[in-house]
């Protein structure tokens, strides 16, 4: 058996820490979008595999068995790509997948599908607005030059932001709530917008704008076609053939 981990996030560190502990062979990728990725305890590759193509050559190529999607739930190409490339491949695939967050008593959510349709619910007069969104997917806010953006980032960017009025915030967490409630007081944030990560890691935000009675614009994960889906790392486990408490 040769595990393939697609990676990036916090939940895929946890599996392939587990992985490495049960000493299951297996690689680690990362998509090459963060300068500075965290070390893991595998093998690991960094960048595109280009395209379902190029992923179906590589598991032929190093004989991977088992694929992994461990990608966070924005990552839609990067896990289209997989049920393409398993199924052209014949290699069985996995995503482990945490819950999204659900609206709770005193949450102001606007759900929308998009980030287009997120913009749209923008307010016409002139807000602050946090933008917990991550560097690619701004442009489309551009349409909205009239607010004050708040952008957070893991890396500083690497040129010039489509926003005429960003301000930027480097930090790759951990988020608390007391932090995030006192940056959206000191920005003096009107309305959030945010995507459905679901997890821990990113959900301070959402906590903050909730104690502050502020609206927060959620953006829907992203349709993905059928795929085998769990949310615990001990379900990947078994699924390699692999009892989590023999790793412990
Ligand atoms: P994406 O839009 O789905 O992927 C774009 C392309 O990047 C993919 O087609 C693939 O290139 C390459 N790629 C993505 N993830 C890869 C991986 N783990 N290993 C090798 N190649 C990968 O993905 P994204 O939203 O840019 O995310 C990129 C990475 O950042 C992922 O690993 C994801 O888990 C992580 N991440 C994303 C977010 C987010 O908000 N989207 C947040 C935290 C972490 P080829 O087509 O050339 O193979």
Redesign the pocket.
Known sequence: MRAL?????SD?SRLADALARARIDAVY??????QAPSGQPLPT????????G??ADYLRHERITHVVD????????????AVAACAATATPLIALERAPWRKAPGDRWIEVPDATAAVAALPEARSSIFLA??R??LAPFAARPQHAYTVRF?DPPDGPLPLPDAHVIVSRGPFTLEGDVALMRARSIGHVVA?N?GGDGARAKIDAARELGLPVIMIARPELPERPRVVRIEEVLAWLGHDARLGA
């Open positions: 981990i697609l990676g990036g996030t895929a990728s990362y998509g090459g979008r963060t590759r960094i960048g595109g595999f280009g395209g379902a190029g992923l461990a990608t966070h739930p924005f990552a839609a190409e990067m896990s289209r790509n969104i991550g690619q997917h893991v995507r990560a």
